[in-house]
């Protein structure tokens, strides 16, 4: 293949190359414009002229250049985008902008050789527009710190933790509740005489202060069990309590009793037949002789008198003890 062959080949691919260019150049003129006429309502595009001349160099090393744009204000954050058709620019060169009152400031490390077709647009809170292959960055952005009303920047401090691809969450690390004191807070068991319900709320627990066996009295008919919960039997209606013993067991009873009375009077009667007795009072025979009574022989009998209490009430010789004076309770056994 000759030299000439191989320059027709370039020329015909640089041909080919420069007429994608200008159609790409083509659509991102097309969708500038319709930005521009506010077709497209995201962010508008405002067209301008970067010059040649007026460039200043500043103490960084870059050129700088004011150009007067009504309107912009120091709040403002503009971009900058140059034009597709201008080919020879170099993007690279392109440093920042900065905006402040009716002035956008350029600022870039070389000076163009030409005026420059570009457009100018303020960005829309986190909003970035890039229309066409060079972007003139906005002026430097500081992300302020988060508060709680406020959205903003945070660093990642302890308990925290951020995965390679920027993702926060807490970092688990195991945590040892210390136990409470009678000044600090801390964590608590529950012990005997409190109760704690299934949604953790601790309270004292009645119940505890009666033990099954325990006996609960009260001028009050409501039951314990009401009260406190636990399985109660009523128990000693018309009883008094009394201390158990080893003879008398916790849990038994006595039925009521008082001590008899009993006694004898001798030499009390002389009788034919048994004297007739009711009552505590009752005769025993103890001597019989003969008796001579008109001409008639007769046996007498002579009886002494008896007293016995348990004769005329049971109650008598029931028991040992007379029963005390006694205050009426209502009396609960705690069984379960």
Not at 63 to 74: F, K, Q, V
Not at 77 to 98: M, Y
Request: charged fraction near 20%; glycine fraction near 10%; proline fraction near 4%.
């Amino acid at each position: 293949m000759g030299v000439l062959s191989i320059l027709a080949g370039l020329r015909k691919t640089a041909v080919c190359v420069q007429k994608e260019l200008a159609e790409i150049a083509t659509a991102c003129a097309d969708a500038a414009k319709a930005l521009d006429e506010g077709k497209a309502d995201s962010v508008p595009l405002h067209e301008i002229t970067i010059p040649s001349e007026g460039w200043e160099k500043d103490s960084s090393g870059n050129y700088r250049l004011n150009m007067d744009i009504p309107g912009l204000t120091d709040g403002d954050t503009v971009n900058v985008l140059i034009d597709p058709h201008e080919l020879g620019a170099k993007e690279e060169d392109l440093v920042e902008t900065q905006s402040s009152t009716d002035t956008l400031t350029l600022i870039a490390r070389a000076v163009p050789t030409a005026a420059l077709k570009a457009y100018y647009y303020k960005v829309k809170g986190d909003i970035l527009v890039a229309v066409g292959s060079v972007v003139l960055p906005g002026k430097k952005y500081t992300l302020p710190a988060a508060t709680t009303t406020t959205l903003g920047g945070v660093k990642v401090g302890s308990g925290l933790k951020v995965a390679a691809d920027g993702k926060l969450s807490a970092d688990a690390q195991k945590y040892t509740l210390t136990a409470a004191t009678t000044t600090a807070l801390g964590g608590v068991k529950v012990g005997s005489g409190l109760k704690v319900t299934a949604d953790g709320k601790l309270s004292a627990d009645a119940l505890a202060a009666y033990p099954v066996g325990s006996i609960y009295q009260s001028t009050n008919s409501t039951s314990p069990a009401a009260l406190f919960g636990g399985t109660w039997e009523q128990i000693a209606s018309e009883r008094v309590l009394m201390g158990a013993s080893s003879s008398h067991k916790a849990g038994t009873t006595v039925n009521a009793g008082l001590p008899n009375i009993t006694g004898t009077a001798n030499g009390g009667v002389l009788s034919v037949s048994t004297p007739q007795s009711n009552g505590a009072f009752g005769a025993t025979h103890y001597d019989s002789s003969l008796s001579y009574l008109s001409g008639d022989v007769r046996r007498l009998s002579t009886y002494n008198r008896t007293f016995d209490a348990s004769r005329s009430n049971p109650i008598y010789g029931a028991s040992d003890t007379v029963q005390p004076a006694a205050y009426y309770v209502y009396i609960w056994h705690r069984v379960a």
